[in-house]
């Protein structure tokens, strides 16, 4: 009877041996192990520890499972408010990939191809000319452009729509007011087409307004006003309620304060008015490029949605097939100039994001996996997804000027070997 019990014994040691090595090995399985949090716990304590950032939070999942959330620092340092799960921040251009959502699910229910002139949906832009130089009286030299500008063109920032830093046409487009927040976006685009284009469209990669056109043209296809489209058809349907152009009353109190970098090491806070001047209150303009407060969960629940290839909670936004087309690299190499889009890494750009094509080139490139596709915001806010690695990543912080150093650092955490 005796050895009945102790093969017994053995048999559950081997069992339990076993299980355990199995969840080991299922742990390992992860690309973020406990070696990976705790070095994203060191990255990201450091920047708050050195004075570069006053509050920063990440939240990573993977293979459908959390497996990091973290914060350091203040939301509001003068008040000592944590940074925290609870946090709202402006995510600015992380607002744009939410645009080419709206904009993409029109586009499958065959309401544009790609390749439409867009002067077709908006007849503002027909006609439109190209800014080549001055004359010996200064005078702007303007001629037709080669071709129209494409609905493609506008998803990718090659339609040539000119900046205020633009050496000829930035006087201009500053006096033209376009972007003013009392425009309704009809306004904008009318009054945005009367402007030259500083290049035929499709011959360069300038970052700019053509978002905030795609949020127009999302109007005109749907019959809705844009932020109403957005609301109904992606932000509620993912019960993203914390995401919106105004904050309700009760997320105001959690909208972390906006800090400027003024040296290696000290913080200047933007003035609270100055900071929510956009959304402090609700304005005619309703850009698609920017403008979109959000927590880190409500923004999560946007990637996880990307990352399952459209689906996400029992609710469809998109199709597999949409999404993998807008996460394809739509940039031709004849397309050399680029603006600042190589600092991104060895990338391309798709619809409203960027997508990584190559390993990087070097140790001072971001860190991520060949087929990731990322946007970024003004304040350091920075998004991804990885279908490789099934993961998702969310990185929050309140902090001008943009600073690629910090998304280097974290990547770098999650990334490293």
Not at 305 to 317: A, K, N, Q, R, Y
Not at 381 to 391: A, C, G, I, S, Y
Request: hydrophobic fraction near 40%; proline fraction near 4%; include cysteine.
């Amino acid at each position: 009877m005796k050895n009945i019990y102790v093969i017994l014994a053995l048999l559950c040691l081997v069992a339990c041996n076993s299980a355990e090595k199995k969840n080991n090995t299922e742990d390992d399985s992860l690309l973020v192990t406990q070696k990976v949090k705790d070095r994203i716990d060191s990255t990201l304590k450091s920047h708050v520890d050195s004075g570069y950032v006053a509050g920063i939070s990440a939240l990573i999942f993977e293979k459908d499972k959390e497996v990091y959330f973290n914060a350091f620092g203040f939301a509001d340092r003068e008040a000592k408010k944590a940074m925290d799960r609870n946090t709202i921040v402006r995510i600015y251009s992380m607002t744009k990939p939410v645009t080419g959502t709206a904009l993409m699910q029109l586009y499958e229910q065959g309401a544009f191809q790609l390749d439409d002139p867009l002067s077709k949906y908006l007849p503002e832009f027909t006609d439109m000319k190209v800014c080549t130089g001055v004359d010996k009286a200064g005078k702007l030299k303007l001629e037709p452009a080669k071709r129209g500008i494409t609905i493609r063109d506008i998803t990718r920032h090659t339609a040539g729509f000119a900046s205020q830093q633009d050496s000829l046409l930035g006087k201009m487009v500053q006096e033209a007011d376009v972007m003013n927040k009392e425009n309704t976006l009809d306004a904008m685009t009318k009054k945005l087409a009367k402007l030259p284009l500083a290049f035929h469209p499709g011959e360069q990669w300038a970052y700019g307004i053509s978002v905030d056109v795609q949020a127009r043209l999302v109007e005109k296809l749907s019959g809705k006003p844009f932020d109403q489209y957005v609301r109904e058809n992606i932000l509620d349907p993912l019960k993203m309620t914390r995401t919106r152009y105004v904050p309700t009353n009760k997320d105001k109190e959690a909208l972390a304060a906006m800090y400027r970098l003024v040296a290696k090491d000290t913080l200047q806070r933007i003035p609270d008015e100055e900071a929510n001047a956009f959304n402090g209150k609700e304005w005619p303009l309703k850009p698609g490029g920017y403008g979109l407060t959000s927590s880190v969960d409500d923004y999560m629940r946007f990637a996880q949605m990307l990352v399952h290839e459209g689906s996400f909670d029992g609710t469809t936004i998109l199709k597999p097939e949409t999404v993998k087309l807008m996460a394809t690299n739509h940039l031709a190499d004849s397309i050399t100039k680029r603006m600042w889009l190589p600092s991104k890494g060895q990338v391309g750009f798709g619809i409203d994001f960027a997508v990584r094509l190559r390993e990087p080139a070097s140790e001072k490139e971001n860190k991520g996996a060949i087929g990731e596709f990322f946007w970024d915001g003004a304040a350091s806010t920075l998004f991804w997804v990885d279908p490789v690695n099934e993961l998702t990543a969310v990185l929050f912080v309140q902090v001008l000027p943009f600073d690629n150093t910090l998304h280097k650092k974290f990547r770098d955490a999650v990334y490293a070997k």
